[in-house]
């Protein structure tokens, strides 16, 4: 797959900040240490960064994508990152969830480029067939761009076809499709959080989708979303667009805030400001659990490197 024009105006965003403590047992019996999982070669002789990194390379050349790290990991992303401009990576003094790392990078994108799209792409998940979901990316940056002319500044969400009645991954409930887009995209009806068995076999009997919190739409959108349903984080980090050159103080912006889930504080908000597009036989999990990061090794025969 060839890149995209570099003047045109697409970002990819890798959240690589968080701590993945349950998966630490299998991470300290493999590398004798609490070693966050993004930062771990599970699948070859790759991080799951770096799985991530090559991964995005096929579609957003290196010079639009951005690593969002954490100060207290950098023993680990320093040596992964070493290669990255230090323009393009991203740390944050302390880690927040998600909703501080996607406001604090969609602030510096903004600086740069208030017309930009862009993606977020959790670091930490894996992909039976890496070509088929690259280019489902790829196209999902077209659909997003469509998205803003026909149906307003929606936020298009990637949802994986699912395999089984997962209880531990959140699922999308699309609605209909959006008239000018194409059958794959939906609206998003509701979220349903971690269901219990019971409802996670109905939401897979009704054609519900694994929500794989991948994102893409106009820096625009995802501000004008962030400013109104918590306005005061939206407000915490506009600072940052105007001190580009590394006057904001982050420190005093993160202390000031709590933990915060984007999902949640956002997207589950917001409903009627996002689409979905369906992704079938892809092969996603996030490897959040031991046991899942087991069934990934049994499925596709990969053997973890035990070795830093």
């Known amino acids: 797959m060839s890149l995209p024009d570099t003047n045109a105006p697409r970002w990819a965003v890798i959240l690589a900040g968080g701590s993945g403590t349950r998966l630490h047992p299998l991470t300290r019996r493999l590398f004798g240490e609490d070693r966050p999982k993004q930062f771990?070669?599970?699948?070859?002789?790759?991080?799951?960064?770096?799985?991530?990194?090559?991964?995005?390379?096929?579609?957003?050349?290196?010079?639009?994508?951005?690593?969002?790290?954490?100060?207290?990991?950098?023993?680990?992303?320093?040596?992964?990152?070493?290669g990255v401009a230090s323009s393009r990576v991203l740390v944050q003094p302390v880690g927040r969830g998600t909703t501080a790392a996607i406001a604090y990078s969609l602030a510096r994108i903004a600086a740069i480029d208030e017309?930009?799209?862009?993606?977020?792409?959790?670091?930490?998940?894996?992909?039976?067939?890496?070509?088929?979901?690259?280019?489902?990316?790829?196209?999902?940056?077209?659909?997003?761009?469509?998205?803003?002319?026909?149906?307003?500044?929606?936020?298009?969400?990637?949802?994986?076809q699912p395999e089984h009645p997962e209880v531990e991954y959140g699922w999308i409930e699309p609605g209909g499709t959006i008239d000018g887009v194409c059958k794959s995209v939906f609206h998003v009806k509701r979220f349903w959080e971690k269901p219990s068995l019971e409802i996670a076999r109905g939401l897979l009997e009704r054609g519900c989708l694994w929500n794989m919190f991948v994102m893409i739409g106009r820096v625009r959108a995802f501000?004008?979303?962030?400013?109104?349903?918590?306005?005061?984080?939206?407000?915490?980090?506009?600072?940052?667009?105007?001190?580009?050159?590394?006057?904001?103080?982050?420190?005093?912006?993160?202390?000031?805030?709590?933990?915060?889930?984007?999902?949640?504080?956002?997207?589950?908000?917001?409903?009627?400001?996002?689409?979905?597009?369906?992704?079938?036989?892809v092969g996603w999990s996030d490897l959040g659990t031991p046991e899942r990061v087991r069934a990934a090794w049994s499925r596709f025969g990969s053997k973890p490197l035990t070795a830093a």
């Open 40 to 82: 771990c070669k599970l699948f070859g002789d790759r991080t799951l960064l770096g799985d991530t990194q090559a991964r995005i390379a096929r579609v957003i050349p290196a010079e639009r994508t951005m690593c969002v790290v954490v100060k207290a990991h950098a023993p680990y992303y320093g040596q992964a990152l070493a």
């Open 115 to 160: 017309h930009a799209i862009v993606g977020f792409f959790p670091a930490d998940h894996h992909f039976a067939d890496e070509a088929a979901f690259t280019s489902a990316v790829d196209r999902a940056y077209g659909l997003a761009h469509g998205l803003s002319t026909v149906s307003g500044d929606k936020l298009l969400l990637l949802g994986a």
């Open 223 to 281: 501000l004008d979303m962030l400013k109104q349903s918590i306005p005061h984080v939206f407000r915490a980090f506009q600072a940052q667009a105007k001190h580009l050159g590394g006057i904001f103080d982050a420190a005093k912006v993160y202390n000031s805030l709590a933990s915060g889930d984007f999902s949640t504080q956002v997207l589950s908000a917001l409903p009627d400001r996002l689409a979905v597009l369906r992704l079938d036989n």
